[in-house]
């Protein structure tokens, strides 16, 4: 039951993924900017360089001359900034902070002067885990935004909008049935932390290249499709999630393998003939 989801996930693993970063972009409280944040793996009592770029969302370049302010928290306090508000011209800065403790850490941006409109102060906060051993129990899993870090990444980026019926139904899913058992928490738990090692950069890449988004979009459409005949089953017990879950699992390999390497077989001995 572990390796469900993952398994079914298959044809977005084909595509390259450089984890070494990590990388994730959200959009600010109101939505008229995007914020980049990337970061190399983080050693603790060492400086970590965060990559910051502030994204224009209508041409998905890096927005020139943003004031900003950053400030990072733990436990409700801060532990670097607030920094003053602070001008960049070219719209991307690098920040060096010191993570010296485990833990879960939020870091928050106030952004102004968006798009030179005097609009008023934008705000967007990041999750970011410090050292595995807290990683299990500090990413969120009950919640579907991305802003909290444990909302559907991919499908958010492929739909356009957490609200769309194909993440909700996603969401549904994970909240309403796996959660509801202790084997489909136990997943639930392993899980998050193999997608989220490579989900925030398959959604960048998204929000980049909107033919690499239609591919996905075409990648999930069979998955989600026959995810939909959960909502129609009971799954209370521990033999019902797993008996489930084995069903969709066999018919995803035969749509994503089976299929496939049949009309490659079928292709094949065309072509002798």
Do not use: W
């Not at 991307?92 to 002067?113: A, H, M, Q, R, T």
């Not at 990683?135 to 909302?151: L, W």
């Not at 969401?171 to 989900?199: I, K, P």
């Amino acid at each position: 039951m572990k390796y469900f989801i993952a398994l079914l996930l298959i044809p977005l693993l084909i595509t390259p993924v450089f984890a070494q970063t990590n990388s994730e972009t959200l959009p600010t409280d109101k939505g008229t900017l995007d914020v980049k944040l990337s970061y190399d793996d983080i050693v603790l009592g060492q400086q970590t360089r965060l990559n910051i770029d502030f994204i224009n969302p209508q041409t998905q370049k890096v927005q020139e001359h943003i004031d900003y302010r950053i400030t990072v928290f733990k436990d409700g306090g801060a532990v670097f900034g607030p920094i003053p508000l602070t001008h960049t011209s070219p719209g991307s800065v690098k920040i060096p902070v010191e993570f010296n403790d485990e833990g879960l850490y939020s870091v928050d941006f106030e952004v102004e002067g968006i798009l030179f409109q005097p609009i008023p102060m934008e705000k967007v906060s990041f999750d970011v885990i410090v050292g595995q051993a807290n990683a299990e129990q500090s990413i969120p899993i009950n919640n579907g935004s991305e802003s909290t870090g444990g909302g559907c990444l991919i499908a958010t980026a492929t739909y356009g909008s957490e609200m769309a019926p194909q993440v909700q139904q996603l969401r549904e899913l994970r909240d309403n049935n796996l959660l509801a058992t202790e084997s489909g928490s136990s997943f639930m738990a392993g899980f998050n932390q193999f997608y989220y090692s490579f989900s925030p950069t398959i959604a960048d890449i998204e929000r980049q290249s909107p033919l690499f988004k239609e591919t996905v979009k075409i990648a999930l459409t069979p998955m989600i499709s026959s995810l939909s005949i959960l909502n129609y089953v009971t799954m209370d017990s521990e033999q019902e999630v797993l008996g489930y879950g084995v069903s969709i699992l066999l018919l995803n390999i035969g749509m994503y393998v089976g299929i496939p390497v049949f009309g490659i077989l079928k292709l094949y001995r065309f072509k002798r003939k």
